[in-house]
């Protein structure tokens, strides 16, 4: 869900994953054309690396 909410929204994704101020940057570099691209990738790097410390912290417990 949140991959495809990173090709719209790229912004958006980061405050499901509680950081609001990387979701600010984001924003400003979405609002140019030209950055939405990278804030679209930056968004799934992002995303990918969030979903590995949750199955780090899951599997330690």
């Known amino acids: ?3 495809i909410l990173a090709l ?6 980061f ?3 509680s950081k609001p101020f ?3 940057i ?3 570099l ?10 679209t990738i ?3 790097i992002s995303i990918t690396n969030f979903e ?5 912290l899951n599997h330690n417990n």
């Open 1 to 3: 869900m949140r991959y």
């Open 8 to 13: 719209f929204f790229p912004w958006l994704t």
């Open 15 to 17: 405050f499901t994953m």
């Open 22 to 24: 990387q979701g600010i």
């Open 26 to 28: 984001c924003l400003v």
């Open 30 to 39: 979405q609002i140019t054309l030209i950055g939405w691209i990278p804030a």
């Open 42 to 44: 930056w968004s799934f």
């Open 52 to 56: 590995n410390q949750q199955r780090l």
